[in-house]
């Protein structure tokens, strides 16, 4: 299984996300659409003599919504991500309710690296939101 493949199905264990379909770097126009999308960065954060390496996967949790002048909407949509970190957080906290990342990968942590944000709006009142979050695991060497 790949990372992405790992993070998708963790994610589609959120109670926010149930029901929901979880694109891959796709984010279709309607509103209440999810997509889950790399980040690229510098992957290896140190390298061991054995050949292990500390690795991070930057990703990003994007949706499409609903905004207007209605303020109750708007603060709703970044209710969604503030509930979604906290239960990130939370899954931190049970480390069996992490990824698996199959053989020779052992996950260390997840984390949200920005709050969920407004990325961009559109003319027709549905915008882009966003949550930016780091997975770091150890990479068996094979020596």
Known sequence: MTIIEAVR???KTCPALEGERLNVDFLPTDAQS???????????????????????????????????????????NLAFYEDFSAWVEQQNR???????LGEGRTIRKIEVTTPGYLDYT??????RYQIQMELTYMQRGER
């Open 9 to 11: 199905a963790w994610l």
């Open 34 to 76: 999810y997509s889950i999308e790399v980040v690229p960065c510098r992957e290896t954060v140190k390298q061991y003599m054995d050949g292990s390496k500390i690795k991070r996967f930057l990703f990003v949790l994007a949706s499409r919504e609903v905004v207007s002048a209605d303020i109750s909407q708007n603060t709703g």
């Open 94 to 100: 049970r480390p069996k309710h992490l990824p698996d």
């Open 122 to 127: 559109d003319d027709h009142e549905i915008a």
